[in-house]
């Protein structure tokens, strides 16, 4: 089986007397407070979903990864992974402090070995992460929300009780691509209920590979975009009627859109990959939002940082064309295009936000039908004006 990012598939959830330890360490120091997608991302870690990396980033790998996509031992990691602190927290905090951590009402989840805490310019960075610092983007705009300084360090994660059913972690998604015999395993990222572009990318990957993987990303979304639990029961419609069973595993991958584009491309396969799959879907756009990003820079990316094992199966525009009478692409295809019909997640959801019924040729009538039958489908979120 293919090897995660950086050799190791790290661990870092403790439990019983370790744990204790942990906690007895952090006792009398002070603590920080996570939020959904702080503690979020502590579990990442700490589940190896972000190997190889073992806590927040540190200054210089921090500033390695926004300047060079690469943490400072030249790993490729593109998008800085941080825990931001007010400057009053910042003032009680020393480097190799072990610190508790805090979530809702579960009080200590798990510690943070400090390493550095330091303050850092979030323009500059939401330019070399965005390549713009124009707030009508969406995760330009909640960046822009971050205290000013930053504490890395590795993290530490209380128990793994806090997981659902249906988030299946790295070794759990290497455990089930054994037991299906499967060796060549394609991902699928996705934000939305799925369209027939969607379903084609997929189906066309599985006529060459043993098994898919769709992991939608579910967490904290622009305004607009489908709730977690719209995609997933989506899926499962669309699994249910038009997928052979043991083809395709779906799970989830808990993590917020930052709608970073080419950069989040690269962080999605490599994810993927240390979740087992050796191959990964990279479509028109690929974690775009509005016109910020060329529709094929997340396909040029792969090709600047090279072999990650993971190799990328990049597509172009997928849509339906009447002529051809089938789902085709614009490698395909030879009609023009009054003959195509461009499935597209915003378009459909304007359609379904404006009372209409999105035509068959971009959506399967049973997931559409299921969509408008969900009360909460669409994320109603202050992010996210007047893009798409
Ligand atoms: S994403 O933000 O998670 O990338 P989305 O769920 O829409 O958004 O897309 C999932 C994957 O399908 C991405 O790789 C995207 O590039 C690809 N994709 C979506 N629609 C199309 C399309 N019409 N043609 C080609 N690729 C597409």
Not at 215 to 220: A, C, F, R
Not at 253 to 271: I, N, Q, T
Not at 328 to 345: E, F, K, N
Not at 347 to 373: L, Q
Request: charged share 25%; glycine share 8%; proline share 5%.
């Amino acid at each position: 089986m293919l090897e995660p990012h950086g050799g190791t598939l790290i661990d870092r959830v403790m439990g019983g007397d370790q744990a204790e330890r942990m906690r007895q360490k952090a006792a009398n120091e002070p603590r920080i407070g996570l939020d959904d997608d702080q503690f979020q991302t502590v579990a990442n870690i700490a589940n190896g979903r972000f190997s190889p990396l073992k806590g927040f980033l540190g200054r210089n790998d921090f500033y390695k990864v926004i300047n060079d996509g690469t943490l400072e031992d030249g790993t490729v990691w593109p998008l800085p992974i941080i825990l931001d602190v007010p400057s009053e927290k910042a003032d009680v905090l020393t480097p190799s402090q072990t610190v508790g951590l805090e979530y809702g009402n579960r009080n200590l989840v798990g510690t943070l070995d400090i390493k550095d805490v330091f303050k850092f310019n979030k323009e500059e960075t939401v330019e070399a992460v965005f390549g713009t610092a124009d707030r009508s983007h969406p995760g330009v705009d909640t960046f822009f929300e971050k205290h000013n300084y930053l504490v890395g360090g590795k993290v530490t994660l209380f128990d793994a009780e806090y997981y659902s059913a249906a988030d299946l972690l790295p070794r759990e998604t290497r455990v089930l691509f054994r037991e299906y015999g499967w060796d060549d395993i394609v991902g699928f990222q996705t934000r939305n209920a799925p369209h027939r572009a969607h379903e084609y990318l997929q189906k066309v990957s599985l006529e060459m590979f043993d098994g898919l993987l769709i992991q939608p990303k579910l967490g904290e979304k622009k305004r607009g975009d489908y709730t977690d639990e719209t995609i997933l029961g989506a899926y499962d419609v669309l699994l249910d009627e038009y997928y052979p069973e043991q083809s395709a595993a779906l799970s989830v991958y808990p993590c917020k859109m930052h709608y970073a584009g080419p950069r989040e491309a690269l962080l999605d396969a490599l994810v993927r990959k240390n979740h087992g799959c050796t191959h990964f879907i990279v479509g028109r756009d690929h974690a775009g939002v509005g016109d910020f990003y060329d529709p094929m820079a997340a396909h040029q990316i792969f090709k600047e940082y090279g072999n990650l094992d993971i190799t990328p199966l990049t597509f172009d525009d997928v849509f339906y064309c009447t002529t051809c009478d089938s789902m085709t692409s614009q490698r395909l295809c030879p009609h023009g295009d009054d003959a195509r019909v461009y499935p597209s997640g915003s378009k459909i959801r304007r359609k379904i936000r404006s009372g209409e019924v999105p035509s068959k040729r971009t959506i399967r009538p049973e997931v559409a039908e299921y969509i408008i039958d969900t009360e909460d489908r669409f994320v109603e979120s202050e992010h996210g004006v007047n893009t798409t």
